[in-house]
């Protein structure tokens, strides 16, 4: 079963807007990570938060994290044509040595 | 550096067919892992390597033998392909609780 889930499942911005999106997990994590899915391609890793951490910036992304709630949010701002793709978040469960991915948000940025 | 490779790209299999689907990482990660993704959906797991001489089911194991060869080649083989097998697979690699890279895929359709 999926660990993570996020919330929308698509969303379509105008470039320059922001864009957000929010996972939420069920388990206690030892971190939670965002990835990026161009069309056709492998994912791409863009920003890991430990459960001891609640904010983590990185250029256009900002990522937050509630443990308390169970939830984390990706920010990407100023968006561009190029962030057009899917996001997943996946969670790394304590003592699972392994991630949990959920089934993403197809972002797209209209010119 | 090469990343994390994956042969064939693309393979086409009649039902009950085999074949073995190769996975190398030249970044000397301990663990290795094969995904598989089907259309609009996120990705599942489907084996793990934690380290050189181990291997673990994923969430969805059944119909899938995997091999961790060495530290560098972590092979996923089919001995009855399925055309419920139909996906896209994805190898990935990692430093135990960090992010971790993935290859470029395998389109793999059994008719």
């Known amino acids: 079963s999926q660990q993570g889930e996020e919330d929308p499942q698509a969303l379509s911005i105008q470039e320059g807007e922001n864009a957000t999106m929010n996972c939420s997990y069920k388990t206690s994590i030892n971190n939670l990570q965002w990835y990026r899915q161009n069309s056709g391609r492998g994912l791409v890793h863009l920003i890991l938060i430990r459960s001891n951490e609640r904010e983590k910036h990185s250029g256009r992304l900002r990522v937050t994290l509630d443990t308390s709630k169970k939830s984390s949010s990706l920010l990407i701002t100023a968006s561009r044509a190029a962030d057009t793709a899917s996001y997943f978040c996946a969670t790394d469960a304590r003592g699972a040595q392994k991630l949990v991915f959920g089934q993403g948000t197809r972002l797209t940025i209209n010119p | 550096n090469a990343g994390v490779t994956q042969t064939p790209k693309f393979q086409v299999l009649k039902t009950g067919q085999s074949m073995t689907l190769q996975c190398a990482q030249d970044?000397?990660?301990?663990?290795m892992y094969w995904y598989r993704q089907d259309p609009g959906m996120g990705l599942r797991l489907i084996y793990y390597s934690a380290s050189e001489g181990t291997t673990d089911k994923g969430e969805v194991p059944n119909g899938y033998n995997v091999s961790r060869l060495n530290k560098r080649e972590f092979s996923l083989r089919l001995e009855s392909a399925a055309p419920s097998q139909t996906s896209v697979y994805f190898c990935a690699s990692s430093v135990r609780d960090s992010e971790q890279y993935f290859g470029p895929g395998t389109r793999l359709t059994v008719t």
């Open positions: 970044m000397n990660h301990n663990s």
